[in-house]
């Protein structure tokens, strides 16, 4: 090849790495097409959430895509790259490490609870790829930013006010409490979180009932929990140990009240998975803090899920579900923002994400937008509380501003 050639060749060259790189050629996709990686777990202790959460990112990711695709950079369409955790942390960091160093995605996103998210971390700084995780906390990482509520403010915080209101508004008489959550990195941070705000608030904490994670029947919990003979308990729980802990707690004929927060108290995947008994506990003395629920839902969230039952999507159309097509807009915008899928590109235009409170495309419940603060986590850290019905609906009782009835108590 002469010389013209050959400079006519590697110019051509460049323009097509170019033009790859622009429409995320350079991230895991083809050259018209941006990869996003996603860690779910899609099976093990978690798989509740990876498989609902998975299903909303899907579902909006297929909208984003028929619609023509990331629009700034040249209709690029969406692919995914599912990845499954197992619930394992070890899992986690290692396909982490496959869709950020061997894949090469442009960023990563996923259910992400906490033990997986601290795995996961670390494997973020060293590829310096942003990552969008649907609820953890807790990360010091720069790349990692959560839809979810740190512990202290989102979790202990709105139980604890919640309680307040209960005792102050409609005089619930609650003096003391216990603290039981499922016992992982989440659930303990949320109990320390709570022993000083509870005590603020002028309940006495008698004691703490760890919820094993190992185990399948929460009978010894639910005894150790009537023995201490508390006006109620508090916690999280994930939606397998929800399920376990509100069956054992018909079972025993427990009624006492739970305040409790995460998808074991306000997910639909747990009423539906709960015998005629056990619902009926659910209903009658117990309250969940959640993101979402249909009693308030915005003109965006409605739609949303009134196109996921035409589509007949086979998950419970809950917070997880509504999260996973939040992820999937917050992804799209990022996109759109950077023009590019270069990581440090993509972090940037992640730093500035922005829905205002009426966009069609922000579904989770925030009164003044979705916008990211500097500790990674949205800026609005409204939560709502929910008590469920017979027919498995659920109505808002706080706070006041978005509550559709005031709370039942037993």
Known sequence: MNI??????????GTLAAGLAACGGS?????????????????????GYGEETQAGFKFVVDKINREGGIKSMGGAKIKIDLADTASEPGQAATEARRLMGKEGVAMVSGTLLTNEMA???????QYQVPVLALFAAGSDSEYLYSLGSPYEEGYAGTMVEFIKYLNEELDAGLETAVLSSSNY??????DKALRPRLDSAGLDVVGSVPLDQDTTDFGPAVSKLRSLDADVVTGVAIQKDGIQLHQARAAAGMDTLFVGSASGYA???????????????????????????????????????????AANIKVPLGQNFVSGAQAARVVQQTLENAKSSEPADLLEALRGVSFEADSDDLYLLKADGLKFSEKRFPSDLQNLMIQWNADGSQDVVWPEDFASRLPKLP
Not at 37 to 46: E, H, I, K, T, V
Not at 185 to 190: F, L, T
């Open 119 to 125: 795995a996961v971390s670390p494997v973020a700084d």
């Open 267 to 309: 997910d639909a995947g747990v009423f539906e998975n709960l015998g005629e008994a056990a619902r009926d506990v659910l209903v009658k003395n117990t309250f969940g803090m959640t993101t979402f629920a249909e009693s308030a839902e915005s003109g965006a969230t409605k739609i949303l899920i009134e196109e996921a039952k």
């Open 27 to 47: 991230s895991g996709g083809d050259e018209d097409s941006v990869t996003i990686g996603l860690l779910q777990p899609m099976s093990g202790a978690a798989s």
């Open 185 to 190: 990195e989440a659930g303990q941070a949320v």
């Open 4 to 13: 013209a050639r050959r400079l006519t060749a590697i110019t051509l060259a």
